[in-house]
């Protein structure tokens, strides 16, 4: 008989495997799950100037802020880089949705940020 510790969804479960007779195993959960509380990643809350300008730029994925490519009171286009996201490994750019002057900075490189948070926004 072992005994192992699984962990699902963030859930801690406590389980005996018992070897039967011709090498079939059978399993044994414990009564009840154990939870475990994890550390909660940092997630970005608007900061004061946010809503600055009337045209907000969102993050698409959640992930981690990777690099800064405007600055506030920068001209940007439709279509150009306002901030890297880093996520599974990958590096996705968020564009500006529409010609405008960068009105706010809402994130720091480091950031982990949420589908859908507020990056930018612009005027």
Not at 62 to 74: D, Y
Request: proline residues 7%; neutral net charge.
């Amino acid at each position: 008989m072992k005994n192992y510790t699984i962990t699902v969804n963030g859930n801690v479960y406590d389980v005996v495997v018992e070897e039967t007779g011709a090498g079939a195993v059978a399993v044994a959960p414990v009564a009840r799950p154990v939870t475990v509380p994890k550390a909660a990643p940092k997630v970005t809350a608007p900061a004061a100037k946010a809503g600055a300008g009337s045209i907000r730029v969102e993050a698409g994925a959640a992930g981690k802020v990777f690099k800064l490519e405007a600055s506030v009171g920068q001209a940007v286009k439709a279509g150009d880089p306002v901030v890297i996201i880093e996520a599974m490994k990958m590096e996705i750019p968020v564009v500006a949705p529409k010609d405008g002057t960068v009105a706010s900075i809402d994130v720091a490189v480091g950031d982990a940020i949420e589908a859908g948070a507020l990056l930018a926004t612009l005027n």
